[in-house]
């Protein structure tokens, strides 16, 4: 009987691509039959991490060079047991140093990113297209939000910021999915359609197996039944 209601849903007709801007945001974030994200909450991870490792490495480099040189300046006076011991001595202040400040950066830059990206594709996801618009306003929102502390000030100079990089960011972005022959958009909502057609096309060949096999049970039944009443009215 479980087993019955369990395999209910796969007889009823396939939902339909959804249509509104808030079905498609609910979609971005709920795993397909395949238990995989969206393309575009992938790329969200995936630059997220980028951003992560670049921060660091912005920070963290430059903060290495100066904290070894600081340190050998510092250390002429300083006794070494040998010089692979002083080497190792001033590289390990450049290691404190590199972690320290690439840390500091490499998480900005990551929630920087990662905001960007989240409101530019809900807004891109939401309207159903990819417009400069949509980067500038992401722009906007996450320099504000990252200036904010500062008070009115660096909240105006947060949002002018941020719109001067969501502009030339989301330009090149949208050359760059121009030039791969359709946007990510386009691809997922060919990707809907195409998976919709695929359900409606198996869900069309199921019911008419299970037409054509009630109609074979219920001719079969009355078929039974007419020989059931022929041999009553002989053995009367």
């Given at each position: 009987?479980?087993?019955?209601v369990?395999?209910q849903?796969?007889f009823?007709r396939?939902a339909?691509?959804p249509?509104?801007?808030?079905?498609?945001?609910?979609?971005?974030?709920r795993?397909?039959?395949r238990?995989r994200?969206?393309?575009e909450?992938?790329n969200i991870?995936?630059?997220a991490?980028?951003?992560g490792?670049v921060?660091?490495?912005?920070?963290g480099?430059?903060?290495?060079y100066?904290?070894r040189k600081?340190?050998?300046?510092?250390?002429?006076g300083?006794?070494f047991q040998?010089r692979?011991d002083?080497v190792q001595?001033?590289?390990?202040?450049?290691?404190r140093?590199?972690i320290r400040y690439?840390?500091?950066?490499s998480w900005?830059?990551?929630a920087?990113v990662?905001?960007?990206?989240?409101v530019?594709?809900g807004l891109?996801v939401y309207?159903?297209e990819?417009?400069?618009?949509?980067?500038?306003?992401?722009?906007?929102?996450?320099?504000?939000?990252?200036r904010m502390?500062?008070?009115?000030?660096?909240?105006?100079?947060?949002?002018?910021?941020?719109t001067a990089?969501?502009?030339?960011a989301?330009?090149?972005l949208?050359?760059?999915?121009?030039l791969a022959?359709?946007?990510?958009?386009?691809?997922r909502?060919?990707e809907?359609?195409?998976l919709?057609?695929?359900k409606l096309?198996?869900?069309?060949?199921?019911?008419?197996?299970t037409e054509v096999f009630?109609g074979q049970t219920?001719?079969?039944?009355?078929g039974?039944?007419?020989t059931?009443?022929a041999?009553?009215?002989?053995s009367?």
């Amino acid at each position: 009987m479980a087993e019955g209601v369990g395999a209910q849903p796969q007889f009823g007709r396939p939902a339909p691509p959804p249509q509104t801007g808030w079905e498609r945001l609910s979609e971005l974030w709920r795993r397909d039959e395949r238990q995989r994200y969206p393309e575009e909450t992938v790329n969200i991870l995936k630059s997220a991490f980028t951003g992560g490792v670049v921060g660091w490495m912005y920070g963290g480099l430059p903060a290495f060079y100066h904290a070894r040189k600081a340190f050998i300046e510092r250390s002429h006076g300083e006794l070494f047991q040998n010089r692979a011991d002083a080497v190792q001595s001033a590289h390990r202040a450049g290691l404190r140093s590199f972690i320290r400040y690439g840390w500091r950066w490499s998480w900005r830059v990551a929630a920087f990113v990662t905001i960007f990206n989240t409101v530019s594709t809900g807004l891109s996801v939401y309207r159903n297209e990819i417009t400069i618009s949509n980067f500038a306003s992401a722009g906007a929102f996450t320099g504000a939000l990252f200036r904010m502390h500062l008070g009115l000030q660096g909240l105006a100079g947060g949002f002018v910021f941020g719109t001067a990089f969501g502009i030339p960011a989301g330009g090149l972005l949208m050359v760059m999915q121009k030039l791969a022959g359709e946007t990510l958009q386009e691809k997922r909502s060919r990707e809907r359609r195409e998976l919709y057609e695929q359900k409606l096309a198996e869900w069309q060949s199921r019911l008419s197996v299970t037409e054509v096999f009630e109609g074979q049970t219920e001719s079969n039944a009355r078929g039974g039944l007419e020989t059931e009443r022929a041999r009553e009215s002989r053995s009367s």
